[in-house]
């Protein structure tokens, strides 16, 4: 089992930046890590991965604004937001194990999410 652990998340204005992190509580090497969102109403979406190679993929829309980036050392998990927007509004989660980049069906483990507010 693994837990994962979200920080970071909270309101900031638009053009704003949040760093989110996540504590794992093990190592992750060798296998897909990514953050998701799901905002009210919505289906959750993957947001950005990094691969087991150590490539990352994201959707377009936080492309050029949000980073992902991990600390093996610490076992951390993190996305850099930038120039957010209120459509960035969203419960956001980290996941572990998964099999696929973007698709959170694919993801064995989920962290509790924290929430990001983007106000105009």
């Known amino acids: 089992q693994v837990q994962l652990v979200e920080s970071g998340g909270g309101s900031v204005q638009a053009g704003g930046s949040l760093r989110l992190s996540c504590a794992v509580s093990?190592?992750?090497?060798?296998?897909?890590v990514g953050w998701f969102r799901q905002a009210p109403g919505k289906e959750r979406e993957g947001v950005a991965c990094i691969k087991p190679r150590g490539n990352t993929g994201y959707i377009d829309p936080v492309k050029g604004r949000f980073t992902i980036s991990q600390d093996k050392s610490k076992n951390t998990l993190y996305l850099q937001m930038n120039s957010l927007k209120p459509e960035d509004t969203a419960m956001y989660y980290c996941?572990?194990?998964?099999?696929?980049?973007?698709?959170?069906?694919?993801?064995?483990?989920w962290g509790q999410g924290t929430q990001v507010t983007v106000s105009s």
């Open positions: 093990r190592s992750l090497s060798g296998t897909y």
């Open positions: 996941a572990a194990s998964g099999t696929a980049c973007l698709s959170a069906s694919s993801y064995m483990f």
